[in-house]
C-alpha cells in the first residue's frame, strides 16, 4: 500500500484498490504550530467551515507528502501516519489479539505491584494482558483507607453507582443483593440494569480467612464461540433477542435491554450479558420462546460447567480486574463461621483502561 500522486489528486493505492484522498480530509490533518495546539493536539481551527478546498500544487518527496491547498496553506504530512489511519493500524486494541481461554489456562496473567506502578512498562504489560484475556490479578497492593479507590484512580476515573464510589463485599444481614450473602454465587455478569453497563470491575481482597469462598470466572467470549461452532441457531437467537434487565430496592429502579450475546458491526463478539435473577425476556410467539429458553438453558450449562471455568482463591492484598462485558464472574459458597471474607470493590470504563494503554504506548515508545 502506498501514497501516489496523479496530477492534483492524492491517491491512496492498497494493492486492489486506488481511492482518491478529500482534500478537506488531508486540510483537517495539517499540524503546522498555527493550525494544531501541540499541548492537546486539538484543532484552533473549525474544519466545519472550510468549502471548495482543492490542493493547488503536491508533491512526494520520500517520507513526506508535501502539499499547497487553494486556501494558501502549505504543509508537510507523513506518509506513514496518513496510511496508518487508512489502514485503522492506529486503532490500539484491533493490534492486541484477544486470547479466549477455558479451564485448561495454564497460567493466570499476574502482576505485582511496587513502587510508581501506574506509570511503568509493567502497568503497559498488565493492560495488554488485560485486552488478551478478560482479566488481570495484581498481588501485594495495599490493603488500608479503601485503597481500591486510588488504585482505581490510578488507571482512570471511579464509575460511582448507587451503591456508592465502591462498595464491600461481605456477608450482611438482609443484603439487597446476593452478593452481601455467604452464598454460592454463579457466573454472571455485573449490573446488565446499568445503562450504561459498567465495564470493568476491580475487586480488591483485604480479608480472607474462610476454607470456601473461591473466586470463579469465565471466558463468556470462549463459550459464546463454543455455542456458534456447536448449536449455531442457539448462538443467533441469543444474539437477536434483547431482554430486560431489571433492578429494584427501596430507592431505585434499575432497567436496561440488551442480548445475552451482542455482536458489533462486523458479527464480532462485543458483550455478554448473564444474570438469570434479574433477566426478563419479551412475550413472543411461543415457538421463537421454546428456541430461546432451550438457548438459555444450554449457555448456561456451558458457563456452569468445569470445562470453562477457572477459580482460585484471592489472598490479602490481590487486587482482580476483570471486563464485566466479556467475562462472568461467581465464588463459591464459604462458612462464616470460620471467620472473615471481605473484598472490596468499584468500576471502571473501558475509557481508563484504554487511555492509559495509549498514553504508556506513546510513553514507552511501543
Ligand atoms: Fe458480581
Known sequence: ?????????????????????????????????????????????????????????????????????????????????????????????????????????????????????????????LLKSFYEYGFVIIKNVPTKNNYIVDFANSIGSVRPTNFGEFFNVKSVPNPNDLAYTSLALPPHTDNPYRKPIPCIQLLHCIENEVSGGFSTLVDGFKVATYLKENKSKYFEILTKIKVKFKFTDKDVVLENTGQLIELDEQDNLKQIRFNTRLDYVPVLEKKQLDL???????????????????QFKLMPGDIIMMDNHRLLHGRTIYNTNEGKRYLQGCYIDHDSSEGKLRHLKRKFGL
Open 1 to 125: 500500500m502506498k501514497i501516489e500522486l496523479n496530477n492534483k489528486k492524492v491517491i491512496f493505492n492498497n494493492n486492489q484498490d486506488k481511492i482518491e484522498i478529500h482534500p478537506i480530509w488531508l486540510r483537517e490533518r495539517v499540524r503546522d504550530e498555527e493550525f494544531l495546539d501541540k499541548n492537546n493536539d486539538q484543532r484552533l481551527f473549525d474544519p466545519s467551515f472550510l468549502n471548495n478546498i482543492n490542493i493547488e500544487s503536491a508533491k512526494i518527496n520520500n517520507v513526506t507528502l508535501e502539499l499547497t491547498f487553494n486556501d494558501g496553506v502549505s504543509s508537510k504530512f507523513e506518509i506513514n501516519k496518513l496510511t496508518s489511519e487508512f489502514l485503522d493500524s492506529e486503532n490500539l486494541l484491533n493490534t492486541i489479539k484477544q486470547k479466549f481461554w477455558d479451564s485448561t489456562l495454564k497460567k493466570n496473567p499476574t502482576y505485582e505491584f511496587k513502587e510508581n506502578f501506574y506509570a511503568s512498562k509493567e502497568m503497559y504489560d
Open 292 to 310: 430461546y429458553y432451550n438457548a438459555r438453558k444450554k449457555i448456561s450449562e456451558l458457563y456452569n460447567s468445569e470445562k470453562f471455568r477457572i
